[in-house]
């Protein structure tokens, strides 16, 4: 894996005298670092993931984390795990544990550092009061309507607010009255003091705290002002002594204000915020409207179906850590904003798990094939290597028999061109067993094919030829006696944004085949004892993670990770 990195992200360069060097190349933000700690502007890394508690994360969060926590690592500093909770109407303690489990699972590491901002609500009120007493913050009675009408607009200079003249005394009664709870919502806000003729809006005197009777999941009723997240967040890094405050393009213009809150609190050695591109994948859903719809209407079974995008979607998809790493890696890190296609992710989860795990047998669409010259009531056992590129995971020992199951479409009645597989009087390869050649078949009422018939080659045990002579055909079975009955699903993509998410109506435009439920597959024997989330190659099918949810004593289900086959080729 780490190879497939260095393939990607560093230059094979050759010096002058024809050796071979190697240069890594490093991308902005840790060329930012390195510059950083050269003229020490800081000491060490700190870094830090702020979630809002308001949904699941994505895999567009999960670059973020890695991207975080990799930084601290790599430069031997530290990484803070931090909610923003400073809007109550949205959060939920739901969110906070199922954040918490996702980012454990993708092995960051905040060690025994996770806050909440609500922790420093209390500085946060210190801090406002601060800036008021140095003229810098005023309480204001305009409406949100009214301040956004002050505000100006992109061409236009805003225009002073009638309550800006404020003494420091009455600013700091007022404010103290908000918090008291004298004042209802939106009747009183308190802005930063900066300029109103600004280019960059966000500067034009800010509203920094507002008035809001709502119950927090943390703080409880013990305020009823709330900061706002411009003003919060700058103040919640520092507090932290975060050095590299990452976090996506749209805050780029409120970097100003960021500098602004750190300055005007005096905060010695503050953090610096820096700004990158978000993930997007392209034809795939990840905004949380969306994703909060499907689950709404019941079109998804949770945040974490595995047709969804969110990391614990994909964790029960069986995705792994390792591939989400791998993907995260390729993807790099720029400013400028691009869409990753799908099958990139695809790609990584095949490339981690094809030499990790063992190589089964398994049969989605059985239909029986009897050896009639096989003895009736005999089995024998066959040893099958675990997995040929990886002779470490060994091998299995499976049994063989008269009756086996095959897939329905290894068989056709009238074979196509360069089919060879079975048909009548063909002979093929079952896959590390024998030389079978077919011989009969029969047909039910309607039709459809119940059973093939063929005879074996007692000669070619293990599947090898016994006399130079060959097939072109190998497909895999399973025996009846000891197979293992699951149930398989297999997924396509939900919604194509491409194609548009809504539907001229307004509905969904829900792709109908994005779920498939096979009910009566048959697995080797092998698999007794799998447990959720353990994953497998189904030989010629894919590869295939038990069901967490679903997953029953008496019953597995399988959720398909993804198909073996691929058109994707790595960008260059
Ligand atoms: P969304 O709009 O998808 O819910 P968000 O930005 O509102 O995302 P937050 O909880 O505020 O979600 O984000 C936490 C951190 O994750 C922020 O630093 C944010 O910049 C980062 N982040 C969010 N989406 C992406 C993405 N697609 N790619 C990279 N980083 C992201
Ligand atoms: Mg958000």
Not at 389 to 411: K, T, W
Not at 421 to 446: H, I, S
Not at 502 to 515: M, V
Request: with cysteine; proline share 5%.
């Amino acid at each position: 894996m780490c190879e497939m990195k260095n393939e990607v992200r560093n230059e094979i360069e050759k010096s002058g005298d024809g050796e071979v060097q190697e240069k890594v190349s490093r991308h902005f933000i840790e060329q930012i670092i390195d510059k950083d700690l050269a003229e020490g502007v800081y000491d060490t890394v700190h870094t830090r993931f702020p979630p809002e508690p308001n949904g699941y994360l994505h895999i567009g969060h999960a670059k973020s984390i890695l991207l975080n926590y990799g930084l601290a690592k790599q430069y031997g500093g530290k990484f803070n795990m931090r909610f923003d909770d400073t809007n109550p109407t949205k959060e939920k303690v739901e969110f906070v544990e199922s954040i918490k489990a996702d980012i454990e699972w993708l092995g960051a590491d905040w060690e025994d550092r996770l806050f909440f901002a609500s922790d420093y609500f209390g500085q946060m009120y210190e801090g406002a009061v601060k800036l008021i007493k140095k003229g810098k913050a005023y309480v204001s009675d305009l409406t949100a309507e009214e301040i956004r009408e002050y505000r100006g607009t992109l061409t236009e200079p805003g225009k002073d607010d009638p309550y800006a003249g404020r003494s420091v005394e009455e600013n700091l009664k007022l404010f103290e009255e908000m918090k008291e709870g004298k004042y209802g919502d939106g009747e009183k806000v308190l802005r930063a003091r900066i300029d109103m003729a600004s280019p960059n809006i966000n500067m034009r005197d800010p509203v920094i705290y507002r008035v809001a009777h709502m119950t927090h999941h943390n703080t409880g009723d013990q305020w009823c002002i709330y900061p706002m997240y411009d003003f919060a967040h700058p103040i919640e890094d520092a507090i932290e002594g975060i050095t590299h405050s990452i976090c996506t393009l749209e805050f780029e213009d409120h970097r100003p204000l960021y500098d602004w809150v750190v300055r005007e609190l005096e905060y010695p050695n503050p953090p610096k915020q820096i700004e990158f591109a978000k993930l997007y994948l392209t034809n795939v859903v990840t905004g949380k409207r969306y994703i909060k719809k499907l689950v709404e209407e019941g079109i998804v079974d949770g945040w974490d179906d595995p047709r969804l995008v969110s990391i614990a979607a994909l964790r029960r998809r069986g995705f792994t850590p390792e591939s989400i790493k791998l993907f995260v890696d390729l993807c790099g890190i720029s400013k400028s904003q691009s869409s990753v296609d799908y099958a990139m992710l695809e790609y990584c989860i095949r490339e981690d798990l094809k030499a990790k795990k063992p190589r089964m047998m398994a049969v989605l669409d059985p239909i029986k094939l009897v050896i009639d010259n096989y003895p009736e009531g005999q089995t024998e056992m066959l040893e099958i290597p675990n997995n040929l590129e990886n002779p470490e995971l060994g091998s299995r020992q499976v049994p063989f028999g008269r009756e086996l199951y095959i897939e329905r479409e290894d068989f056709m009645e009238v074979p196509p061109k360069k089919y060879f597989r079975m048909f009548p009087g063909n002979e093929v390869r079952l896959m590390n067993a024998y030389f079978v050649t077919c011989t009969d078949f029969v047909k039910d009422a309607e039709g459809n094919i119940t059973e093939v018939h063929c005879t074996y080659d007692p000669a070619s045990r293990g599947g090898n030829s016994p006399d130079g002579r060959k097939v072109k055909g190998t497909i895999h079975w399973v025996p009846v006696s000891e197979a293992i009955k699951a149930e398989v699903r297999l997924y396509e993509n939900i919604i194509d944004e491409e194609k548009g998410v809504y539907n001229e109506d307004g509905s969904l435009n829900l792709n109908p085949n994005s779920l498939t439920v096979l009910k009566e597959c048959y697995l080797e024997p092998a698999f007794a004892g799998a447990k959720a989330y353990d994953s497998f190659q189904f030989v010629r099918q894919g590869f295939f993670c038990v069901d967490a949810r679903d997953s029953k004593a008496e019953a597995m289900v399988f959720n398909r990770i993804v198909s073996l086959k691929s058109s994707y080729n790595l960008p260059k």
